[in-house]
């Protein structure tokens, strides 16, 4: 739970900080890549999953909101 805390504080300053709201999404997405990539190395884990680029991410998102 610590990790989510320093990435949720990381968040927060970055908001504070003048950062746009893209920048604080991304920055946010690759907090979280690292974290979950960090934690499969520690467990030692085989199946660990490819790390996806922000741009990848937003497209696939994109991509399954519905037309407005």
Partial sequence: MS?????????????FSGCSSETAKRTAYETMQNVRQQECRKNLSPDCDKRD????????????????
């Avoid at 990790?3 to 908001?15: D, G, K, N, P, T």
């Avoid at 991410?57 to 994109?62: A, H, L, M, T």
């Fill in 53 to 68: 680029s922000y741009e990848d991410y937003e497209r696939e998102r994109k991509a399954l909101e519905p037309s407005k």
């Fill in 3 to 15: 990790r989510f805390a320093a990435v949720l504080c990381l968040a927060i300053i970055a908001l």
